[in-house]
Protein backbone atom coordinates (compact mmCIF):
# COMPACT_ATOMS: atom_id res chain seq x y z
CA UNK A 1 0.00 0.00 0.00
CA UNK A 2 1.84 3.17 -1.35
CA UNK A 3 -0.60 5.55 1.29
CA UNK A 4 0.86 3.94 4.06
CA UNK A 5 4.59 3.64 3.39
CA UNK A 6 4.54 7.48 2.40
CA UNK A 7 2.61 8.29 6.13
CA UNK A 8 5.44 5.93 7.88
CA UNK A 9 8.35 7.62 5.83
CA UNK A 10 6.58 10.98 7.39
CA UNK A 11 5.97 9.93 10.76
CA UNK A 12 9.21 8.71 11.93
CA UNK A 13 11.11 12.03 11.22
CA UNK A 14 7.76 13.60 12.66
CA UNK A 15 7.82 12.17 15.42
CA UNK A 16 11.76 12.84 15.97
CA UNK A 17 11.56 16.12 15.04
CA UNK A 18 8.22 17.22 17.15
CA UNK A 19 10.31 16.64 20.55
CA UNK A 20 13.49 18.55 19.53
CA UNK A 21 11.50 21.35 18.69
CA UNK A 22 9.31 20.78 22.01
CA UNK A 23 12.58 20.79 24.11
CA UNK A 24 13.85 24.27 21.57
CA UNK A 25 10.77 26.18 22.78
CA UNK A 26 10.98 25.19 26.11
CA UNK A 27 14.36 26.49 26.56
CA UNK A 28 13.34 29.70 24.78
CA UNK A 29 10.24 30.23 26.66
CA UNK A 30 11.68 29.15 30.25
Same mark, same amino acid.
Given at each position: ?????? $? #?? =? #? $????????? =?? $?????? $??
Amino acid at each position: MVLRRV $F #LR =W #L $FPAAFVLPL =WL $FVGWIV $FS
